[in-house]
C-alpha cells in the first residue's frame, strides 16, 4: 500500500475525488484507531457521490442508508461489535446489492464483511494531519 500525509483539506479532497470515481457495487474498507478520520473521509466520499445527506458516526445504529443518484450507499461502523458473530444480524444481502458500501472497522465483522475492492487505513499524525494508505 501507498502511504501519504495529508492535511485535513487534502484529505477531504481525496475523499471527494474518490466518491465520483469508484464504479457501482465498490466495497470500501476503512481502518484505523479511533479519531483517525474514518467518518470524516466517508462524509468526503459521500460529497464525492453527490449525495444529498450528510454522514454521521453509525456507532450506535451500526448501519446508516444513504440514497445517491447512482442508488443505495450504507455506511457501516463494526465497532459496537463484540464478535463477528455479532454481524450475522445485518442484512448482508440487501448491504450486498448496493450501489456503494463504506465499513469502518471490517474486521469486527469478520468472515461476514465483503471483500473490498479498495482498503483505506488512516493514521492519526496530529490535530490536523493524517498519513493514509491505500487506494
Known amino acids: 500500500m501507498s502511504a501519504r500525509t495529508l492535511g485535513l483539506e487534502q484529505l477531504l479532497g481525496f475523499g471527494e475525488e474518490l466518491g465520483d470515481a469508484l464504479p457501482s457495487g465498490s466495497v470500501v474498507w476503512l481502518e484505523g484507531e479511533l479519531g483517525s478520520g474514518k467518518t470524516t473521509l466517508v462524509r468526503a466520499i459521500l460529497r464525492g457521490r453527490r449525495v444529498p445527506s450528510a454522514a454521521t458516526s453509525p456507532t450506535y445504529s451500526l448501519v446508516h442508508h444513504h440514497e445517491g443518484p447512482r442508488g443505495a ?10 464478535t463477528p458473530d455479532d454481524a450475522v444480524d445485518l ?3 440487501t448491504l450486498a446489492g448496493a450501489d456503494l458500501l463504506l465499513i469502518e472497522w471490517p474486521e469486527r465483522a469478520g468472515a461476514w464483511a465483503p471483500p473490498p475492492t479498495h482498503r483505506l487505513r488512516l ?3 496530529d ?6 494508505e491505500g487506494a
Request: glycine share 0%; net charge negative; hydrophobic share 25%.
Open 73 to 82: 450507499v450504507y455506511h457501516l461502523d463494526c465497532y459496537r461489535l463484540r
Open 127 to 132: 490535530d490536523t494531519t493524517r498519513t493514509l
Open 123 to 125: 493514521t492519526h499524525v
Open 91 to 93: 442484512d448482508w444481502e
